[in-house]
């Protein structure tokens, strides 16, 4: 009986010990987690590999995705822009926002995200390229950055789960196209017969790499 | 192993895809510079110009400008001008492109081609907006350059001053007094064709007086043609004699015609 009792002290004095201690950290422990559970959500989710579409030739990325489905993703992309005729290699950024509503399972492996859809701005770099009108011009001279522009697209995609057993990069690779345009490419457009879909529209594709 | 070869397949279905059937579509970047298609316009059609109007009585041109974005327009324009006969060859005073995008040079250009007589192009101030002007000389040729047609001497000149931020000489005076050496007997009479005229916001303005002082050092000085101002202008800027004729933007549908004689020039504004 006396045995019992030493035991249940025991027990007990080890929980109050123990919760004292919880008790003095877990304010900082809270706060550490707070702080590392920001900080993580910065790691980017996915990379990106995409041609064309009006942002370079290839780009190369990292973005996010969120949501309650994840059908949110934000990308940001390097792209090279070789130099052709123009004698000079450009180097381009993208900012890019997806909507991705669904994603529909084939089977353990195979899925099939049907609408893809987002904008980007891209903007591409070199000293004849300017966002802000230069100060020799007159006011409202131009009215277009000749740095930046708005593309809207839509696209579709599969979606390949690799298996666990041969995963060695990617929980899911993405192969994607998209259908895009800007503001540029309407405003030509727009009053014109001349132009047809194939002058004002681009195709770009792609590989997803969703990291984890 | 068999997964890797479903992607790897897959990649090829979709690059090959592309290739065969969307090639228009694979667009890099509204600047690429990348080129489809014909090149050196001007250095081409200059050569036609000067055989076909070798020995003729009379030349008979017309001048046009501002076609950015008005593709129907201008292809209405191509019509007109190739439904009369009597025409030699058309002066495009710039401002093919509004944004200096690649592919807006090569519609303008498609369009263009479609003329039954041979055409050149200046560079306007919208063609040197970011790697415009390096597209403009690929599908077009020299910023500064001249041809004779039937003994007079056309001089074309860059006069986007504000576009080079006054880093290049424009107008360029060397290129200028060159000239009036450079193949020396076969002409007796000059026309000058530039995108902005002088005393424009984008013509170097400290150097308006001197370039009037070089047009006058040129034999028998038509007129000088112009563009940009999007309206049809007529006047003696500098009031020593030679006229300013500029023509309207393709919108409004009409192009300037002369005629130059033996004895003087016909000046007439058509609608089409």
């Known amino acids: 009986m006396k045995l019992f009792h030493s035991k249940y002290l025991l027990v007990l004095l080890l929980t109050v010990f123990s919760c004292s201690i919880f008790a003095q950290e877990s304010h900082y422990d809270r706060r550490i987690h707070r702080y590392r559970k920001h900080w993580e959500a910065m790691i980017p989710t996915q990379s990106t590999v995409q041609m064309y579409g009006n942002m370079g030739l290839v780009s190369i990325g990292m973005g996010w995705d969120y949501g309650h489905k994840k059908q949110w993703e934000t990308d940001l992309l390097f792209g090279l822009l070789p130099p052709y005729s123009s004698g000079k290699t450009h180097l381009t950024m993208t900012l890019k926002q997806n909507f991705i509503p669904w994603s529909i399972s084939l089977n353990s492996t195979w899925a099939i995200e049907p609408l893809s859809c987002g904008i980007y701005l891209n903007t591409v770099y070199g000293p004849e390229f300017w966002t802000r009108q230069p100060e020799r011009y007159p006011k409202g001279y131009y009215t277009f950055p000749s740095r930046v522009r708005a593309n809207v697209y839509i696209g579709q995609r599969v979606v390949i789960h690799t298996p666990v057993e041969k995963r060695w990069f990617a929980k899911e690779i993405a192969v994607f196209y998209e259908l895009s345009t800007s503001y540029l490419y309407l405003a030509s457009a727009v009053g014109n017969k001349y132009l047809k879909p194939r002058d004002y529209i681009s195709l770009s594709f792609g590989l997803k790499f969703q990291l984890f | ?272």
């Open chain 2, 1 to 272: 192993m068999f997964f890797m070869k479903k992607i790897v397949k897959l990649l090829c279905m979709a690059l090959l895809a592309s290739t065969f059937t969307a090639c228009d579509l694979l667009d890099i970047h509204p600047y690429a510079v990348k080129i489809n298609g014909e090149r050196d316009i001007n250095a081409t059609n200059i050569k036609e110009i000067e055989t076909s109007c070798r020995d003729k009585d009379s030349i008979r041109f017309v001048v046009t400008g501002d076609s950015q974005r008005w593709y129907d327009e201008t292809e209405d324009f191509v019509k007109a001008v190739n439904s009369r006969n009597d025409i030699d060859f058309v002066i495009h005073g710039g401002d093919v492109s509004d944004f200096g995008m690649t592919d807006e040079f090569e519609w303008q250009r498609d369009i263009l081609n479609g003329l039954d007589v041979p055409y050149i192009v200046i560079i306007g101030n919208h063609d040197c907006i970011g790697n415009g002007k390096r597209t403009f000389k690929k599908i077009f040729g020299q910023l500064n350059f001249s041809f004779i047609a039937n003994r007079v001497k056309f001089i074309c000149l860059n006069t986007n001053s504000m576009e080079f931020d006054y880093s290049e000489p424009i107008p360029d005076f060397t290129f200028i007094e060159d000239e009036l050496t450079n193949r020396q007997t076969e002409f007796d009479k000059t026309v000058f064709c530039m995108h902005a005229r002088p005393l424009s916001e984008q013509f170097n303005n400290n150097d308006a007086k001197p370039f009037e002082y070089y047009v006058n050092l040129f034999p028998k000085v038509q007129f000088c043609t112009a563009a940009h101002d999007h309206r049809i202008t007529a006047e003696a800027i500098f009031k020593d004699g030679v006229m300013y004729y500029g023509s309207d933007c393709m919108m409004n549908r009409n192009y300037l015609l002369f005629t130059i004689k033996a004895d003087g020039y016909e000046y007439e504004v058509v609608p089409f």
